[in-house]
């Protein structure tokens, strides 16, 4: 019997580890945000704003290049309470660093395998990043079916 190989796409694994993550985020009682603009200009691939105003941010990692080619996910930190890695099961988990917390998903759930160390945010930056996230949200719901979201 020969072995079966299965390739995925860079954009099909975002994806589908994207969507796995957003949901296992709202399972915990998160509301999630995709592909979302910070003040230092990066954009996080998830931030989600928890029940108590907790502010998590994930950065989808797709494959070894992906990770390799992007080293700027330290600068996501100052605007969240804590933050992930969230990578494909197939992703070889060992080169990522320890400190951010570990998230893996497919296209259908998510689990969190490592948790996120807390660095909580000063007052004003939390209230800052709270009404942005917020106005982008109501923003984004101003679309009419299949526009590009507002935002």
Known sequence: MEAV????SRPLTTGAVTR???RLFAALGYAPLLEVCLPNGRRA???????RGQIA????K???????????WEEYQPFCDAFFFAVAPEFPRDI???EPGLIVADAFDGAVLREAPIDSLSGARR???TIAFGRLAAMRTMAAPG???LG
């Open 62 to 72: 797709s494959s070894l290049e992906d990770f390799r080619c992007d080293r700027k």
């Open 96 to 98: 990522l660093p320890d």
């Open 20 to 22: 796995g993550a957003a």
């Open 147 to 149: 526009e590009a979201p």
């Open 127 to 129: 209230k800052a990043i």
């Open 57 to 60: 941010i994930a950065e989808v």
């Open 45 to 51: 691939d998830i931030m989600a704003l928890g029940p």
């Open 5 to 8: 190989v299965l390739a995925f």
